[in-house]
Structure formats: C-alpha cells, structure tokens
C-alpha cells in the first residue's frame, strides 16, 4: 500500500465505531431492476461495515467483502455480516480471474489518486466473468460539501481541510467514467446518474453508473 493508502487506513479505522451511513435508495433500485444479472457470487469492494454486503447476502447472494480497513470488518461482523471479508485494497484484489458474477462498490474507489482509480477498476474487470455487471458509486466533482485541498493528480483529487476525512477523494467528470469503461473493456449501460442534493446550501454530488463487462 502506498502512503497515502496507510492515511485512509488509519482514517477509516479512527472512525469505524461511530460510522453508520445511510443506505442509499439508488442501489435498491439498481438491484430490484438487475436482480437476475446479479448472479449467485458477488464481490463488494470497499465494503465496510457491510451494509450493502448485508442486504446481498439476505438475497441469498455468496458474497466476498473487501475493505481496507480491519475495524470497519469489524464492525460488518458485530452487525451480522457472515459473507467471507478481507482487508485489502481495491486496486490489489486477491482473487483469480474471473471469479465473480458482479461487482459493486459504493463509494470506496474514490479513495484513490487516479493511477489507483485506474487499477481498481483494471481489477474489478479482471475479476468478473464476461458479461457481468459492475454497479459503482464515486463523487461527482460537482460535489461542494467539504472544504478541501487540490492536489496534483490527474482530474480533480483533494483533501478534507475540515472533519474526520483527511485522506485522498476523486471527484469524477462524466467524461473520466467514460474513459475508465474505454480503458477497461467496460460498457456503460443507459444514462449514468449523477444525483445533487442540497445540503444546507452545499451540494452533496455523486455518481451510479452500472458498467457492463464485454
């Protein structure tokens, strides 16, 4: 892992104990329209505290965590989760070739500089079988919420100057997911869905985008 990695790693573990975000409505009605192409073994990448590998596996779904973070794996056991977790990053998946039906990352691959982005998603094709779905979710770089720092990398990446998220964030453009499905081997299917809410005058601002591997 690189250095910037250790500062998520150390993030995420400060705070495990008293995350508990919402679930989004957005992949319930991604999983209802796509249920069927799910398929039976399903990787959750950036799972933490399981709250989308909870909902997957009451659906009968075998399914594999990964997260970064050993105390938010904790925190996924405490509340149920019984899938098979590992630590690990996203840009590094110990899994062969091929071994998933689909994907999902929800929020999780942000946490990269763009050459890791890249990887993450090098890998998340590599490990599902042709055919299968990736369901992701990342920041739009509409999003306003944070106060922050932009660092050098390719597109807009940042840091926090303010709260508890002090580690790498990727704001992506339309055009980036594009170019990441190009890049990948990746179709994107319909419309990506880019949802703005206002939050107290900011802009929470993320993406969903359904990739389809060829």
Not at 109 to 129: C, G, P, T, Y
Not at 130 to 138: E, H, K, L, Y
Not at 164 to 192: S, V
Request: aromatic share 12%; glycine share 8%.
């Amino acid at each position: 892992m690189s250095d910037y990695h250790d500062q998520i790693k150390r993030d995420w573990n400060a705070r495990a104990d008293a995350w508990n975000a919402s679930e989004r409505p957005e992949f319930f009605d991604l999983y209802q329209q796509n249920e069927s192409r799910f398929g039976n073994k399903v990787v959750d990448i950036g799972c933490g505290k399981g709250r989308y590998t909870k909902f997957l596996e009451d659906k009968g779904k075998q399914v594999v965590g990964i997260d970064i973070s050993e105390e938010m794996l904790k925190g996924a056991r405490a509340a149920g989760v019984q899938a098979d977790l590992r630590q690990g990053i996203s840009s590094q998946l110990p899994f062969e070739d091929g071994s998933f039906d689909s994907a999902v990352s929800i929020g999780a691959i942000h946490h990269n500089m763009w050459v890791d982005i890249q990887k993450s998603f090098s890998e998340a094709a590599r490990v599902l079988k042709p055919d299968s779905i990736f369901v992701f979710q990342g920041r739009s770089v509409k999003d306003t919420m944070s106060p922050r720092q932009q660092v050098a990398d390719y597109g807009y990446t940042a840091v926090d100057t303010e709260g508890d998220k002090r580690g790498i964030q990727h704001y992506f453009t339309l055009e980036e997911l594009q170019e990441l499905a190009r890049q990948n081997d990746f179709e994107i299917e319909g419309e990506p869905k880019e949802i703005l809410e206002n939050r107290n005058g900011k802009v929470w601002a993320r993406w969903w985008v359904i990739f389809k591997k060829k």
